[in-house]
């Protein structure tokens, strides 16, 4: 079956510097778009990043210039590389995969997700 494990989170500083990763397994790994969403406290889960076969990236407006999403097809791995963190990006981080070319921002068009890593941030 599909899964996908997420690891690198923890607690940093406002500034700070995080690197998640995604390793994934039982899937066709080259051929999926995988994407982050992070659910914040109090918020409905929200989409932060994405990436598709090819390695084209795609960001929600608050993280742009912040954040970086790779992928090693290689290693069946997802990275998201998070930069200048701030207080605000203090959630929950989920990894997702969908079996379909297109990043989509819904929550609906993934259907493989991890189990979620915490990121906090403190000012």
């Known amino acids: 079956q599909v899964q996908l494990v997420e690891s690198g989170g923890g607690m940093a500083q406002s500034g700070g510097s995080l690197r998640l990763s995604c390793a994934a397994s039982?899937?066709?790994?080259?051929?999926?778009?995988q994407g982050w969403f992070r659910q914040r406290p109090g918020k409905e889960r929200e989409f932060v990043s994405g990436?598709?076969?090819?390695?084209?990236?795609y960001y929600a407006d608050p993280v742009k210039g912040r954040f970086t999403i790779t992928r090693d097809n290689a290693k069946n791995t997802v990275y998201l590389q998070m930069n200048s963190l701030k207080p605000e990006d203090t959630a929950v981080y989920y990894c997702?995969?969908?079996?379909?070319?297109?990043?989509?921002?819904?929550?609906?068009?993934?259907?493989?997700w991890g189990q979620g890593t915490q990121v906090t941030v403190s000012s």
């Open positions: 997702a995969a969908r079996n379909s070319v297109g990043v989509l921002t819904a929550q609906s068009a993934y259907a493989y």
């Open positions: 039982g899937l066709t790994f080259s051929s999926y778009t």
């Open positions: 990436i598709i076969w090819s390695g084209i990236p």
